[in-house]
């Protein structure tokens, strides 16, 4: 329950922002820094396959789904905390912009940080969340390997008297 409700409150939040931005409400911003303005994009990335309409919402649908039942499949598993944290993250994004692809037909971004080549990028929370889930991920992943590596420590056997 803790996961579908980490997963309602990003998509919600992501949802709202792109509510207010299509209202073109004014949101507050930082002067020069981040730029808030409404870009549609009715492809992938970059307007990636934008004319390919059909499957630009089948796949992430497909993505989705899949990531949502190993979510489900894990979930009833003790431990791997770290795991189904990340992935509702990125499920929370995720849901958010599958939402605009089937209703609106085009996701909804509306920053762009004004730093080096990030400038002509503009992202969405969303997008953010699908990120850091996939960061959160990648990170327990390298923590694993390296305790992996490290040498296993033995008991010390109280039984043998040192001389």
Known sequence: ????????????????????????KPLPHAKGKILLYRNHNAGFPFGFLEQHAELVRMLPLAVISGLAGFLAAILPQKGKTVQKFGIAVILGGAVSNLYDRMVRHYVVDYFSIQCGKLKKVVFNLGDIFVFLGSG??????????IRGMLPEKTPVDSSRETM
């Open 136 to 145: 959160i991920l990648f990170g327990a992943e390298i923590v694993k390997e």
């Open 1 to 24: 329950m803790l996961y579908t409700g980490i997963i309602a409150a990003l998509s919600s939040l992501d949802l709202g922002i792109k509510w207010l931005i299509e209202q073109e």
